[in-house]
C-alpha cells in the first residue's frame, strides 16, 4: 500500500469560506487524484495530477482547485464553500500497475 | 461512455452463508481494468483485486472469488462462507488500461453487505 496521509481528518467550516485539504504521499507515484464520496454516488473524481504542476479536471470539478507543487504533496481547494460541498473527501495515488490506492479520508462538514 | 452499476444497494444475510455481489459495466474501450474495493464501518477503502480486460480466468482467494464474463459485462464477486467482518460496502470499479494515461477509475455506487450473526 502506498502511504498516504490526508490531512485534516476532519474539518467543520463556514459556507464562504476558503478550505484546503492536503494529501501527502510517500511512495512517488506520478498519479494523483481526489474523489468525493456521498451517499447513493460511490466516489466521484473531482481533479486529478499526472505530475508536478500537472493536473486536469475530473467529473465534479466545479467549485475545486488543485495544486501540485512537489510528487509527494496534492492540494485540493475549495475557493469558497457551499453546503453542497460537504462530503467525504479521498485523496489516491496510482501504481504502475494502475492500482490505486487511498487515503483514510478527510469528513468535511460546510454549515 | 464508460459505467458501472451496481444493482444490488443493500445485501443481507446470516452468517456463514454464501453471497455474490454484482457488477455490470459498460466501456468502448477494448483494453480496460475492472476492481473491486471494500470499504469497512472504518471508512477507509481497501483494495481486494484488479482484473485485466484480456484475463478471464475466475480468481479465487481465499473464501473471496471473482467472476469475470466479457460476453455479458459482469465482474461479480461472491463469498464464500461469509463472516461479520465482510460487513461492509463493496465498490466495483473500472478504468482504462496503460500507464501513460489518466486511468480514471469510475466506481459504481456501492453494495452494503450486512453479515448478521
Known amino acids: 500500500d502506498a502511504g498516504i496521509t490526508q490531512s485534516p481528518r476532519h474539518k467543520v467550516t463556514e459556507t464562504g469560506t476558503p478550505v484546503t485539504l492536503r494529501c501527502h504521499q510517500t511512495?512517488?507515484?506520478?498519479?494523483m487524484y481526489w474523489y468525493r464520496q456521498d451517499p447513493g454516488h460511490g466516489l466521484r473524481l473531482i481533479h486529478y495530477s499526472y505530475g508536478v504542476k500537472d493536473t486536469d479536471k475530473g467529473e465534479v470539478s466545479d467549485g475545486y482547485s488543485v495544486s501540485r507543487s512537489k510528487t509527494e504533496d496534492f492540494l485540493l481547494t475549495l475557493e469558497s464553500a457551499t453546503s453542497s460541498q460537504t462530503s467525504v473527501y479521498f485523496c489516491a495515488t496510482r501504481d504502475t500497475k494502475n492500482i490505486q490506492y487511498f487515503g483514510a479520508g478527510t469528513r468535511l462538514s460546510v454549515l | 461512455a464508460q459505467k458501472v452499476t451496481q444493482a444490488q444497494t443493500e445485501i443481507s444475510v446470516v452468517e456463514k452463508e454464501d453471497v455474490t455481489l454484482d457488477c455490470v459495466y459498460e466501456?468502448?474501450?477494448?483494453?480496460?481494468?475492472l476492481f473491486w474495493y471494500k470499504q469497512p464501518p472504518s471508512g477507509e477503502l481497501v483494495f481486494l483485486i484488479r482484473r485485466n480486460s484480456f484475463d478471464e480466468q475466475n480468481e479465487i482467494s481465499g473464501r473471496y472469488s471473482w467472476n469475470f464474463q466479457k460476453s455479458t459485462s459482469s465482474f461479480n464477486f461472491t463469498i464464500t462462507a461469509s463472516q461479520v467482518v465482510d460487513s461492509a460496502v463493496y465498490f466495483c470499479?473500472?478504468?482504462?488500461?496503460?500507464?501513460?494515461?489518466?486511468?480514471?477509475?469510475?466506481f459504481g455506487s456501492g453494495t452494503r453487505l450486512s453479515i448478521r450473526p
Open positions: 511512495e512517488n507515484h506520478r498519479y
Open positions: 470499479a473500472l478504468s482504462e488500461a496503460g500507464y501513460s494515461s489518466a486511468s480514471k477509475i469510475i
Open positions: 466501456t468502448r474501450d477494448t483494453t480496460y481494468y
